[in-house]
């Protein structure tokens, strides 16, 4: 085989600012035109490998190493950082923040720029680049013009007019709704095969990344690596789970189902799957056998309607148009559909920060047109996708309280509330601690405890998940669904196929402005014209299900995640 | 996205639109240096007549700048009332002559001397406020840092103006988004409560906007970074235009009005034109 392009030798890694090293003893090859995932948990050392490839370490993030690292044959210390910008172009995860240029054709000639390329030259690179990744009709837009998935395009783009040997890609997906997420695999892989330069993509969302081939996988945990093998091998081993990574779906039910995943079933898509008869039959078992698993819930009266509601931030663009629907008490819903769809313009008229064209909205049959944000924030919470967002006091005990300090409650009651509400979001322990101490996850529940303490009826939910792993994904969810179980009526707007299948049983689907479609979540992605539609992604169980000759799909997927949830109760208790 | 932007480019076809951001930044140089030098009362009369016309061919309407111009119309009215306020007799020095209207109170009288003084004060900023904003208007945001580039600023300092541009707008939206989150959770900026509680209250919402707005600094400098931004003393510039003969011509013109203007205005010795000394 070639000569490795880059190459880590028994490498490790410390960053100036921690006491501890964050990687230890790496050894990793990657080899010219491959396609490699490093998946891991979030702090499992994943990123620090992508800055160790391209240069960010040490020049932006100093520390100190031990082992060798080469780039291209060459020590990265020892090169600047813009002699490794030609070798390895990185995209990062945050599609908006790294758009340098007011426009698309200047982002992308950015690099070009910077090399002094004289402005011809320059013009016809962009052009031809452009095209490569099918953006070439945008060239005057700027950022905001743009979606994610355009926005992603661009900075590929960006980093491709250096004829780079090595693509990086930081969390790919993390951004984007789920059928530009898919749109971007594919695009990745285009880029691979034409221009053949090695891909690496950081990533903890396995079965998205999939979706196109993957050479090889390597698995981070606590800075090690745990595993480094080519796809196949890698699912046939069942560890992913320990490792706060979840393995696509179609392989969990092939497991329920009692089908033992070996490399000959050939894994690594939902295509590809080579199952005999023998094993159809155990999946169908399996299904039939789980019949009785999941029960409607009781009906419940109606909390929040909303009708006919109109909107538009202009008069000539109307971002939500005729809009009704109602919400029972204690539900946990989604609201789905793509970028821009009108989703998070919806819950802005919910809490007040925007006053509808037309149309009202009531709490329990009364109607909220006259109440201040402040007076529906004490029924209707609303919680921002980043904590960094809405915390503004350094000690958790404070920023909890604050909601309280401008009522005229008394010392006493207040602290009672706090107390109460800190109980229930599980950081009474850490009351005095300092906000900074907590990891996102925890940083997640003290906005959630913030606005818990004015004890909303409803809480609406930007994304709660959004760049978390397994791990952390699970963690919050489980934390809502006990605040949903104590009576809370709880309201997502969320990109993840997954967190509506498993936690919400009804889904609203908007696109453009219009409500699409009200129906239960497994109905949803069952259903491929509404998949299509609303930018969505249908599940890798939905093709299964009709490979194993189940004639109801969205049955088989009700079924699967009905008995997802018994076995992880089970689990813990 | 929810409010109009109170000054920003207009797109509009027009040959001031058509000229490079270049072209437009001398000429708004030397239009500011000839109209803060002279005091001459001829000169800016006829800047003035000028400057109406090319804010007649720019295709600016009035009404797309009218927050700023009003803004500039107060500051210009508190302008002179604190000039006349602190200094009622600085006419009476410049002119050297002492022509009384009629006396308010005290020291304060009105003087012709004093009353031509604040004319020329006022004339020169209706002569530099349009040509600001014109250039503000026209000039592709894109062409800023290339043109400072150009007249010799360094291209770091040139990028940094260019980012900011990029970047208000996004800060804009992240303010607006912290802020009605945090009037969710009883933070009022509305103006019912005490100064001192304005105030604190104002830092939930800084503190969150100053963290994110931190956070982006580091995304986009390793953005810039990883692709060799900073590498060569020198760049290229994308949106660069050459200079065409429009461009030259207008150059020309405000180079010309420059020594023109202060040829005129320092003819007779000094930076004022004094129709009182004539009269004597």
């Given at each position: 085989m070639a000569q490795p392009i880059i190459s880590f030798r028994d490498y490790g890694f410390q960053y100036r600012a921690q006491a501890t090293p964050t990687l230890h003893h790496i050894n990793l090859d990657i080899y010219p035109g491959e396609k490699v995932l490093i998946a891991g948990a979030s702090g499992s050392g994943k990123s620090t490998i992508g800055s160790c490839i391209n240069g960010l370490i040490p020049y932006a993030y100093p520390g100190e190493n031990t082992g060798e690292l080469l780039v291209g044959g060459k020590d990265p210390k020892k090169e600047s950082i813009f002699a490794l910008s030609q070798m390895v172009g990185t995209v990062l995860q945050d599609t908006d923040g790294q758009f340098i240029g007011l426009t698309v054709g200047e982002d992308i000639a950015f690099a070009l720029e910077n090399d002094c390329v004289v402005q011809d030259e320059m013009k016809r690179i962009v052009e031809e680049t452009a095209k490569l990744v099918d953006i070439d009709h945008h060239l005057e837009y700027a950022p905001h013009e743009l979606s994610g998935g355009q926005k992603q395009r661009v900075s590929l783009a960006g980093v491709m007019v250096e004829k780079v040997k090595v693509l990086l890609f930081d969390e790919p997906l993390a951004n984007l709704d789920p059928a530009a997420g898919r749109a971007a695999i594919e695009l990745i892989d285009e880029v691979q095969e034409r221009t053949g330069a090695a891909v690496i993509i950081i990533e903890h969302r396995l079965e998205d990344v999939l979706w196109r081939k993957i050479d090889r996988i390597v698995l981070m945990e606590e800075g090690r690596i745990v595993a480094d093998m080519p796809t196949k091998a890698f699912l046939a081993d069942t560890m992913l789970l320990e490792h706060g990574i979840r393995e696509p779906l179609y392989l969990t039910a092939l497991r329920y189902a009692g089908v033992p995943i070996t490399e000959k079933l050939e894994p690594q898509h939902v295509d590809s799957l080579q199952l005999s008869e023998a094993h159809k039959e155990k999946v169908r078992a399996w299904y039939r056998d789980n019949e009785d698993i999941g029960e409607a819930g009781a009906q419940k009266r109606d909390i929040l309607s909303v009708e006919n509601l109109s909107f538009g931030y202009t008069p000539e663009v109307q971002n939500l148009k005729d809009v009704s629907f109602s919400i029972k008490e204690g539900e946990m819903v989604s609201i789905v559909g793509k970028n821009g769809a009108g989703k998070s313009t919806l819950a802005k008229l919910i809490c007040g920060f925007e006053k509808p064209t037309a149309g009202k909205i009531c709490l329990e049959g009364r109607d909220l047109s006259d109440d201040t944000i402040k007076e529906r924030a004490s029924r209707i919470g609303y919680v921002m996708q980043n904590p960094n967002q809405m915390i503004s006091k350094p000690l958790i005990w404070d920023e909890v309280e604050m909601a309280l300090l401008a009522g005229d409650m008394s010392a006493g009651e207040r602290k009672e509330r706090v107390e109460e509400t800190l109980k229930i979001c599980g950081l009474y322990p850490f009351r005095k601690w300092p906000v900074s101490a907590l990891s996102f996850g925890q940083k997640k529940r003290v906005t959630i405890a913030g606005i818990l303490v004015q004890q909303p009826r409803i809480i609406i939910l930007d994304e709660p998940t959004a760049g978390q792993d397994y791990h952390h994904y699970t963690e919050i969810m489980e934390f809502l669904k006990s605040l949903n179980e104590q009576g809370f009526t709880i309201i997502m707007i969320t990109h993840d196929m997954h967190l509506m299948l498993e936690y919400t049983p009804r889904a609203i689907v908007f696109c453009e402005g219009e409500l699409l479609a009200d129906t239960t979540a497994a109905h949803v992605l069952n259903d491929p014209d509404l998949v299509r539609r609303a930018n969505l992604k249908e599940t890798s169980l939905y093709t299964f299900s009709m490979a194993c000759g189940i004639e109801n799909p969205q049955k088989f997927t009700e079924r699967f995640i009905a008995y997802e949830e018994a076995h992880r109760r089970k689990q813990e208790g | 996205m929810a409010r109009v932007a109170i000054l920003n480019y207009i797109k509009r076809p027009s040959p001031v639109h058509e000229l490079t951001g270049t072209a437009k930044l001398v000429f708004f140089l030397a239009w500011s240096v000839a109209s803060m030098v002279t005091f001459d009362t001829r000169v800016l009369i006829c800047m003035l007549l000028i400057g109406a016309v090319i804010f007649k061919i720019s295709q600016i309407k009035i009404r797309d700048i009218s927050v700023v111009l009003g803004l500039a119309a107060v500051f210009l009215l508190l302008n002179n009332f604190f000039i006349y306020l602190f200094t009622p007799e600085y006419g009476v020095e410049v002119y050297e002559s002492r022509n009384v209207l009629f006396p308010i109170v005290g020291r304060y009288t009105v003087t012709a001397q004093q009353l031509f003084y604040h004319l020329n004060i006022t004339l020169k900023v209706i002569c530099v406020v349009p040509i600001a904003l014109l250039f503000i208007a026209c000039t592709d945001p894109s062409e800023f840092a290339s043109s400072l580039a150009r007249i010799g600023v360094s291209y770091r300092a040139g990028y940094a103006v260019s980012l900011a541009l990029r970047y208000i707008p996004d800060v804009q939206r992240e303010y607006r988004n912290i802020s009605q989150a945090q009037q969710a959770r009883g933070i009022d900026l509305s103006g019912k409560d005490k100064l001192f509680t304005r105030l604190k209250n104002s830092v939930a919402i800084l503190l969150p906007l100053i963290m994110s707005s931190i956070n982006r600094i580091e995304v986009v400098s390793n953005a810039m970074e990883l692709r060799g931004f900073g590498k060569e003393k020198k760049r290229t510039w994308y949106m660069q235009r050459k200079l065409q003969k429009n461009d030259w011509l207008a150059i020309g013109f405000a180079l010309a009005v420059l020594v023109i203007g202060l040829g005129v205005t320092f003819s007779?010795?000094?930076?004022y034109y004094n129709p009182f000394m004539e009269a004597l």
């Open positions: - | 007779n010795g000094s930076r």
